[in-house]
C-alpha cells in the first residue's frame, strides 16, 4: 500500500470524525476540518488517478502550491496585525512543529510562519512563543490518538495567558478551544485582578465567528483581527494565481473592527443566514 492511500484512508477517517462531532456535539471546527480533509483526499485522489498511482513530484508539486498559499495568507494576516497593533508584543499560542527526518517541520507549517513574520516587520514583536504538544498515545497499535482539538481546553488556554505577562495581545495560531465560553478571558475582571489590561485576540482561524462576532464591536474592541475563509470553492486544478491579492480573496477574508459590518452585510450566507 502506497504512503498516498494510508494518508487519504487517515484523513476520510479524520473526515467523517469531525463531520460527526459538527453534526452531534455542535463543534463548529468540525465543519471547516471535515471539509479540509475532504479537499485534500480529492486533490490526493485525482493525483494518483492522472499520474498512474502518483508519484513524490505530483505530492511536492501539491504541497509547493499550498506553501505558496499559506505564505501569502498569513503574510496578509500579519501585515493587517501590524496595522491594526503598531508596536504590540504578542504571545503566539501554536501547536508543536511535526519535524520530518531531517527535523525540520513540512514545507507548509514553515511557509506559514515565514509569511507571518515577514508580514509583521519590525514593528510587532513575537514576545513569548507557547507550542502545545499532542502526546502520543502509550500503546499505539491499540488506537486511543488523540489530536489538538481534543486536549486544548478553556483551562489550558486560561493557564497559559496567566504563565506570562507584559504582552498586548494574543496571536491564535490554531483555533479556540472548543468550550471557549467557558474561559477566563472574557471576563474583565480576569485582568483587573492580574492588574493587566485585557490583551486583544489575533485569530488565524475561527470557527467559532459567528458566537465571537460581538467581540469586534464596542469603543475597545477585544478582537482586532480575524482570518476566516472566503466561502468559495477551492479551484485546486488552477495554478497559484499571478497576484498574491487575488490569490488570498480567493480563500481567505480578513475581519477587522473597522470592516466586520459590511463584510457580513455582503456575504450573508458565510456567517449563518438563511
Do not use: C
Amino acid at each position: 500500500m502506497s504512503i498516498s492511500v494510508v494518508i487519504m484512508v487517515a484523513l476520510i477517517g479524520l473526515m467523517i470524525w469531525a463531520n460527526g462531532k459538527y453534526k452531534t456535539k455542535g463543534a463548529m471546527w468540525g465543519k471547516p476540518v471535515a471539509a479540509l480533509s475532504g479537499i485534500i483526499v480529492i486533490i490526493m485522489a485525482f493525483s494518483n488517478i492522472l499520474s498512474g498511482g502518483g508519484s513524490q513530484i505530483d505530492t511536492d508539486k501539491y504541497l509547493d502550491k499550498e506553501a505558496r498559499y499559506q505564505h501569502t495568507a498569513y503574510k496578509f494576516l500579519g501585515q493587517e496585525i501590524a496595522k491594526q497593533m503598531p508596536g504590540a508584543k504578542i504571545l503566539m499560542i501554536k501547536e508543536k512543529d511535526h519535524l520530518d527526518a531531517e527535523g525540520k517541520p513540512n514545507v507548509v507549517t514553515k511557509a506559514k510562519m515565514d509569511g507571518f513574520k515577514e508580514g509583521l516587520g519590525s514593528d510587532v514583536e513575537i514576545k513569548y512563543t507557547k507550542e502545545i504538544s499532542v502526546p502520543e498515545p502509550e500503546n499505539p497499535e491499540d488506537g486511543g490518538f488523540q489530536d489538538l482539538y481534543q486536549i486544548f481546553t478553556a483551562k489550558m488556554f486560561d493557564d497559559i495567558l496567566t504563565s506570562y505577562d507584559g504582552y498586548d495581545a494574543i496571536f491564535m495560531m490554531i483555533d479556540l478551544p472548543y468550550d471557549y465560553k467557558e474561559s477566563t478571558y472574557w471576563d474583565p475582571s480576569t485582568w483587573e485582578d492580574l492588574e493587566q489590561k485585557q490583551p486583544k485576540l489575533l485569530l488565524s482561524q475561527a470557527s467559532y465567528i459567528n458566537d465571537i462576532l460581538p467581540g469586534f464591536s464596542g469603543k475597545d474592541p477585544i478582537i482586532k483581527v480575524a482570518m476566516i475563509g472566503s466561502g468559495k470553492k477551492y479551484q485546486w486544478r488552477e495554478p497559484y494565481p499571478s497576484d498574491d491579492k487575488v490569490a488570498f480573496d480567493s480563500r481567505w477574508i480578513l475581519l477587522t473592527p473597522d470592516n466586520v459590518q459590511n463584510v457580513v452585510s455582503e456575504n450573508p450566507k458565510r456567517f449563518g443566514a438563511k
